[in-house]
């Protein structure tokens, strides 16, 4: 299965205060960590979703810059969708560091033709460690269009279209999905 991948680096950082991708984790920045985790996926392309141009740019990422104006994450994985040529997008946040490439490469397993996965914790989806089949990309360019930019009626949406299937997460796994918000975070 032909598979792109694409690291969303957008979000404003409201409470971290600074861009989080420049973040030093464990001795790299987060951007690093997370490139190449997708690095070690082989996918096809990699795409690198920014609100504008970053100096930290890899020579080897294709940039998406996120059109005006921005609707947080929906903005960024619709351009990817948009722009990629493969089956699926695996999409993955800058700011979930404690997600492994190995969880990657399961998400990647269980991804069929014309469906993706969306992993669940209680019931609630987590869309930015996630894979979208490319056949998704109409529901996310007219979710642009609407009034309400949060993922969470998109991937409903796309489950009662047979686009997505769910993965239940459990146990020490959900660790993956933890985010970064504040500098507290990263203790």
Known sequence: MRMSAVLLAGGESRRMGRDKATLDWRGWPLWEWQIEKLRALRPEKILLSARSDVPWRPVDVEVL???????????????????????????????????????????????????????????????????????????????????????????????????????????????FYKNINEARDID
């Open 65 to 175: 810059l996120d059109p005006p104006p921005s609707r947080g994450p929906l903005t960024g994985l619709a351009a990817a969708l948009a722009s990629i040529e493969t089956d699926h997008l695996l999409a993955l946040a800058v700011d979930m560091p404690f997600m492994t490439t190995e969880h990657l490469r399961l998400l990647c397993s269980l991804a069929t033709e014309g469906m993706g996965v969306i992993p669940t914790i209680d019931g609630n989806a987590e869309p930015l460690g996630a894979i979208y089949p490319r056949g998704a990309r109409g529901v996310f360019q007219k979710a642009l269009q609407g009034d309400n930019f949060s993922l969470q009626p998109i991937v409903r949406k796309l489950v009662a279209l047979n686009m997505l299937r769910e993965m239940p997460v459990a146990g020490p796994a959900r660790e």
